[in-house]
């Protein structure tokens, strides 16, 4: 991955709102989220069920914001397939990886973990 603002590719984007699992998971879901680097945030929305991306936004609004926060080099280390034990899985690289990290509401991030990973595994399957 050479920019990271392109995490997420309209590609990408329909892939994931193709998922009959995503779908399901986000159904009543509501959240803005957001992956960083040192390029910059990429912004999406996910409502009802459905993922867009956004415009930057204050996040003073009340709305649910999770934000993954990453070096290059460790979003490139979470995309890479094969991954390895440790990047597998978004809740061991925050644990594991130097320089990855998930910030925000923790609550936020528990009600949405399901939807946040599917969109994770289409982001690592458009990877290359
Ligand atoms: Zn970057």
């Known amino acids: 991955m050479t920019e990271c603002r392109g995490l997420i590719e309209q590609a990408s984007i329909a892939s994931c709102n193709q998922d009959l699992e995503f779908a399901l998971a986000a159904r009543w879901s509501d959240f803005r989220l957001v992956f960083s680097c040192e390029c910059g945030p990429a912004e999406f929305v996910v409502r009802s069920g459905t993922l867009s991306a956004a415009e930057p936004s204050a996040s003073d609004d009340g709305e649910d914001r999770i934000e993954i926060r990453g070096s290059h080099e460790a979003w490139g280390a979470f995309v890479a397939r094969p991954g ?3 990047t597998q899985h978004l809740l061991a690289m925050a644990r594991r990886s130097p320089g990855f990290e998930l910030v925000g509401d923790q609550l936020a991030l528990v009600r949405n973990l399901r939807a946040i990973n599917i969109v994770t595994e ?5 990877d290359g």
């Open 122 to 126: 289409h982001l690592k399957a458009s």
């Open 84 to 86: 390895t034990r440790n």
